[in-house]
């Protein structure tokens, strides 16, 4: 292992997660789908209707998903099937699209009115790995990956982003698949087994042992340390700044 980063010394590029890695929003996100979610599921139950739950239903179904895909896997999970409809449906379409982009809607009214935070110890790593020669990138679902981090003054710590737009245009299918992760190590040169992925998500889990990357950091923001192994993390920490990162 190398002593300042925490990664075995055969690593040559690190790729990141965007939500609950770098920065502050996994929280913004669940409080989105919860919105968005129980009044789909108000409407369509009635007052007894059960919950999304923050926490567990997150945490299962949507965290780490393409929208569209955590829309299907969620409600699935309730035995709900909607018409998928169109990417441009409005928000209030009662279909997966429609659904999907009623989230966002409301998501990026959150993050208008309360902000992004970056997380300190993921931007100090950050700089760590670049200090040390190693290459980054950026993986993320969301197609709001670009202005997040421009708001926080982070793009310019990343060579690479495979974002939900970039996956978008090529295709590429979403986590718990590898191949968003897999595109990045990709784009940089650098072959999987010489990649680290770091993680909040369960799916970005699977994604990582999927791939076979060299090394796979879980980041533990809400206690979920047993599960982030069962998935297929290789060590879990609470804050990259626990891997060391002295430039």
């Not at 139950?45 to 997150?58: I, L, V």
């Not at 009623?102 to 309360?114: D, G, V």
């Not at 790995?129 to 709001?144: E, F, K, M, P, Y």
Request: a negative charge; proline letters at 5%; glycine letters at 10%.
């Amino acid at each position: 292992m190398t002593t300042t980063l925490g990664l075995p010394d055969t690593i040559q590029a690190c790729l990141f997660d965007l939500d609950g890695v770098v920065t502050r929003t996994a929280v913004v996100h669940a409080a989105a789908w919860k919105e968005t979610f129980d009044a789909f599921l108000r409407e369509r139950d009635g007052e007894g209707f059960r919950p999304f739950d923050p926490a567990d239903d997150y945490d299962e179904y949507v965290d780490g998903r393409p929208r569209a895909d955590g829309v299907r896997t969620f409600l699935a999970s309730r035995g709900i099937r909607l018409p998928e409809g169109e990417p441009d449906d409005p928000p209030d379409a009662p279909t997966v699209h429609g659904l999907g982009n009623r989230k966002n809607e409301l998501l990026l009214e959150k993050i208008r009115t309360q902000g992004v935070q970056a997380y300190d110890g993921t931007l100090r790593y950050l700089q760590a790995v670049r200090a040390h020669g190693l290459r980054t990138a950026i993986v993320s679902s969301s197609a709001n990956t670009r202005d997040v981090l421009r708001s926080i003054d982070a793009e310019d710590l990343f060579e690479v982003r495979i974002d939900g737009v970039v996956a978008a245009e090529r295709k590429l299918p979403g986590k718990p698949r590898p191949d968003t992760f897999l595109a990045a190590a990709r784009d940089l040169g650098v072959e999987p087994s010489r990649a680290a992925v770091f993680e909040d998500a369960l799916a970005g889990m699977d994604a990582g042992r999927a791939g076979h990357f060299g090394y796979v950091v879980g980041v533990d923001r809400v206690g979920q340390t047993d599960a982030l192994y069962a998935h297929g993390a290789d060590v879990v920490v609470t804050d990259l700044a626990e891997l060391g990162g002295s430039a």
